[in-house]
């Protein structure tokens, strides 16, 4: 509703023509029927999507200069107008690529918190190794369809603007896709909520309290240490049978909540069909699991392991 204040009024009174000629052609003129027609062109142009005051109790306790403050509200804005999150609360883990925070999630989602993984602008230049993952890849749009044409591969090779752009959405839309089939499948990993520009929308993995440690925090049992061993193996195994090598898994990419594990991490898993790397990729993923669990007395060779699943996969002949 608009309100008509003192200097509304003076400013129409201002403009108006109140010479006896203009009073003239008025009296004569004929009644405008348009101006009682309600304006839709105004209507639409005034329309609250939800956003427009909107600023997360987080963004709300930075300074309003702060580029981290307009960044978060830009980015995780369009889940609280789709009404997925009600609000954006804590900063969970700060990285050089991207940020995760805990949201309060809308009831429709039926969870209680949502962790919002917002990538930066230029993540690009903080990937090590990109070569490696990027090899045999299919580029794929916002979609999931495939990218096809010269104009596309001409602009990844020089870099330009555009080829930047086309190049940091595979590597978000691919760990999101990552993260759909895998959850589908039963993998233990956080089921994927939304997905928009730079931002990921998964499960949160903790409580109001804070959010899971790391693999790599926690001092475990002998026996726990066995069980979840088998566990991450079968999740490595799983990946496999679906064509897929996580490429960077440790400790570090696992969460411990509650005895179990969650596998967490997927912009650079790679397709074991198309990627000449893949093996050695699936070797490093495995050594560096032996080598934490190792600590704890389970006993494994990385090597044997790592053909114990390629050699099936590739056939009898490889």
Not at 27 to 43: F, G
Not at 65 to 86: K, L, M, N
Not at 123 to 133: E, I, P, S, T
Not at 160 to 171: A, L
Request: include cysteine.
């Amino acid at each position: 509703m608009k309100i008509n204040t003192l200097s509304d009024e003076y400013e129409e009174f201002e403009f108006m023509d109140h010479g006896r000629t203009a009073h003239r052609k008025r009296r004569k003129a004929a009644p405008d029927k348009q101006k009682t027609q309600p304006n839709h062109l105004t209507d639409i142009q005034h329309m609250d999507d939800g956003m427009t005051n909107w600023v997360p109790s987080y963004a709300a306790s930075l300074d309003p200069r702060h580029h981290e403050r307009w960044w978060v509200i830009e980015s995780a804005g369009p889940f609280y107008r789709d009404q997925i999150i009600t609000d954006l609360t804590h900063l969970v883990k700060g990285g050089k690529e991207a940020n995760v925070y805990r949201c309060d999630a809308h009831p429709a989602t039926g969870l209680e918190f949502i962790a919002a993984k917002l990538y930066r602008p230029r993540m690009l230049r903080h990937l090590k190794n990109d070569a490696v993952y990027k090899a045999g890849r299919q580029l794929r749009d916002d979609s999931g369809k495939q990218i096809k044409g010269r104009r596309v591969k001409l602009a990844l090779r020089k870099k330009t603007t555009f080829g930047k752009s086309v190049d940091i959405q595979w590597w978000i839309g691919n760990e999101y896709r990552t993260q759909t089939l895998l959850y589908e499948v039963g993998a233990d990993v956080p089921q994927p909520v939304a997905h928009q520009g730079n931002v990921i929308l998964m499960a949160f993995i903790g409580n109001e309290y804070g959010p899971a440690p790391l693999l790599s925090e926690i001092r475990l049992e002998a026996d726990e240490a066995h069980a979840l061993f088998r566990r991450v193996m079968d999740n490595v195994a799983l990946m496999l049978d679906h064509h897929l090598v996580h490429g960077d898994l440790s400790a570090y990419n696992i969460l411990y909540w509650e005895g179990d594990i969650t596998l967490i991490d997927f912009p650079q898993m790679v397709e074991a069909r198309h990627n000449p790397h893949a093996f050695e990729l699936l070797k490093r993923d495995i050594t560096r699991v032996c080598d934490y669990f190792g600590r704890f007395g389970v006993t494994a060779d990385p090597v044997d392991l790592t053909l114990d699943l390629w050699r099936p996969y590739m056939g009898r002949d490889w």
